[in-house]
T-cell receptor, first 117, second 112 residues
Framework: GAVVSQHPSWVICKSGTSVKIECRSL??????MFWYRQFPKQSLMLMAT?????????EQGVEKDKFLINHASLTLSTLTVTSAHPEDSSFYIC?????????????FGPGTRLTVT | DAKTTQPNSMESNEEEPVHLPCNHS???????IHWYRQLPSQGPEYVIH???SNVNNRMASLAIAEDRKSSTLILHRATLRDAAVYYC?????????????FGQGTILTVHP
């Protein structure tokens, strides 16, 4: 199966600063990637769909100006949390849609733990 | 989006089979049934998926009811490494193409 990496695996930042998280598809070109976040003891919640070469599609309630997504290449999508606050502390996970689309599995990254102090 | 219902938790003993149920009574004809599992502090891991027929892979089996309103993930011999949260998810096309809506899942505890 596909290998998806995320960088960094964890990050601590001060309130008001911005943090960039990278998601890379290591062994195939991914036109569609998804970004999720997961708060402690809760399930994953989809934040946005990232499509290569076009604007991301955000889920209802997710601020697009706060969570900037860039999918500039077929192997890299980035999520930038701008002006981070403690309530943004969460586990951020990306996934890559397989080449066979709905008939295929999704490949998840290992996640990035963000702590905002 | 079609929803799924799973038990909050289940327990098993090591080396025994585990049957994890999932109800999806509002499934549409084109929805795929996917199963993922998540270990603590890790991203989810794909387990298996199917559309209408039962499926087998090296990790598990998926039994799909004839009316597709329910399915069962079968772990043939549970190991301690199978302890995780298991998510049953319907994946559809259209405007929700590929999006995964995670419910609370089933927490599987495996006893040695």
């Amino acid at each position: 199966g596909a290998v998806v990496s995320q960088h960094p695996s964890w990050v601590i930042c001060k309130s008001g600063t911005s943090v960039k998280i990278e998601c890379r598809s290591l062994d195939f070109q991914a036109t569609t990637m998804f970004w999720y976040r997961q708060f402690p003891k809760q399930s994953l919640m989809l934040m946005a769909t990232s499509n290569e070469g076009s604007k991301a599609t955000y889920e209802q309630g997710v601020e697009k100006d706060k969570f900037l997504i860039n999918h500039a290449s077929l192997t890299l999508s980035t999520l930038t949390v701008t002006s981070a606050h403690p309530e943004d502390s969460s586990f951020y996970i990306c996934s890559v849609l397989g080449l066979a689309g709905l008939r295929d599995e999704q490949y998840f990254g290992p996640g990035t733990r963000l702590t905002v102090t | 989006d079609a929803k799924t219902t799973q038990p909050n938790s289940m327990e098993s003993n090591e080396e025994e089979p585990v049957h994890l149920p999932c109800n999806h009574s509002t499934i549409s004809g084109t929805d795929y049934i996917h199963w993922y599992r998540q270990l603590p502090s890790q991203g989810p891991e794909y387990v298996i998926h199917g559309l209408t027929s039962n499926v087998n892979n090296r990790m598990a089996s998926l039994a799909i009811a004839e009316d597709r309103k329910s399915s069962t993930l079968i772990l043939h011999r549970a190991t301690l490494r199978d302890a995780a949260v298991y998510y049953c998810i319907l994946v559809s096309g259209g405007t929700s193409y590929g999006k995964l809506t995670f419910g609370q899942g089933t927490i599987l505890t495996v006893h040695p």
